[in-house]
C-alpha cells in the first residue's frame, strides 16, 4: 500500500465531507431561523461513517453552538 497516496485519498475525501457538511449545516440552520423553528442552545449533531471493504461503522456524536 502506498502510504502517502492513501494518506492524500483520505485528506481529499474528509476536505469534501467538511466543507460539504458545513454548507449543509448552515443552510438548514439559517432556514430555521427564517421559518422560527430554530431553538436555543446548543444544537446535537450526529456523524454516521462507513467504509465499504473494511468493518468500519462508527457514529459520532457532537454539539454546535448557535448562540
Known amino acids: 500500500m502506498n502510504e502517502e497516496a492513501f494518506n492524500m ?6 476536505k469534501k465531507v467538511g466543507v460539504t457538511s458545513q454548507r449543509e449545516i448552515e443552510t438548514a440552520v439559517r432556514a430555521a431561523a427564517d421559518a ?12 454516521s461513517l462507513t467504509v465499504d471493504g473494511v468493518e468500519l461503522d462508527i457514529t459520532i456524536d457532537g454539539e454546535i453552538e448557535i448562540e
Open 9 to 14: 485519498s483520505i485528506r481529499k475525501f474528509l
Open 36 to 47: 422560527g423553528t430554530l431553538g436555543s442552545g446548543p444544537l446535537k449533531a450526529q456523524v
